[in-house]
């Protein structure tokens, strides 16, 4: 039985992709993936045949892989961050019955909302939610009843695909959302190119959040209620400091 990896992997720096990931891809016929993805892993595996799509492809990407490892080669299909969290893993596995004698195999990766979280320091250290602000396969209402909720929830929001060139408003949207439960000093913050050169980031309000230069290679972060903002880094408690003796 042949094998199609769906690779996580991560921000895109070796450094931190998994054992796992680097192990599939290595032991793969084939890399596939989205363009942007690829790319961002050729040079680490030069001798590995390619195959690329752009956006909006995906089904065809997904059966091409399926196609590819049903004649006899394994396929890593390479997804930014994890490939289960908007990633093509789940749209393998739909597409898998009608493929015999191919197996699929997750690998995971660290996704934005955890490596992101890293650079800002521990804003996710509490419950929290992940919204992708893009209406290209869901439905925008459903979104903003998705933003509404998790900010009556006062959950710690990280927001995917926050803004582009045609979505300007969304990220607009969002924040005004999040302003009828939250204050307008709630601790926020942005990563930008996480994990990869031109690195950037910075914390700010909520009430700032909306004019910053944030872009779709930008991960968000909007801050709960509990969220403060500790020796220059975003830290949202767990409830530990409710034991008094452990800050004495």
Known sequence: MTKVYAVGLGPGGKEMM????????????????YTVYVDLV???????????????????????????????????MVCSG????YGMAGLLLQLLHSYSDVEIEV????????????????PVGHDFCVISLSDLLTPW???????????EGDFITCLYNPRSKKRIEHLTTACNIMLKHRSEDTVCGWVKNIGREG?????????????????????VFIGSSQTKLVDGKMVTPRGYEKHEDMFV
């Open 82 to 85: 994890d490939a289960g969290v």
């Open 42 to 76: 050729t040079s680490m595996f030069p001798e590995k045949e390619i195959f690329t799509t752009p956006m909006k492809k995906e089904i065809d990407r997904c059966k091409w892989a399926l196609e590819t490892a049903q004649s006899g080669k394994t396929v890593a």
């Open 141 to 151: 209402d459903l979104i903003v009843k998705r933003l509404e909720l998790a900010a």
């Open 199 to 219: 690195e950037e980031y910075r914390i700010c309000t909520l009430k700032e959040l909306d004019n910053e230069p944030i872009d779709m290679f930008t991960t």
């Open 18 to 33: 998994t054992e796992e990931a680097v192990h599939a891809i290595e032991k793969s016929d084939v890399i596939c993936g």
């Open 107 to 122: 690998v995971p990766g660290i996704t934005a909302a955890i490596s992101g979280a890293a650079v800002l320091g521990a």
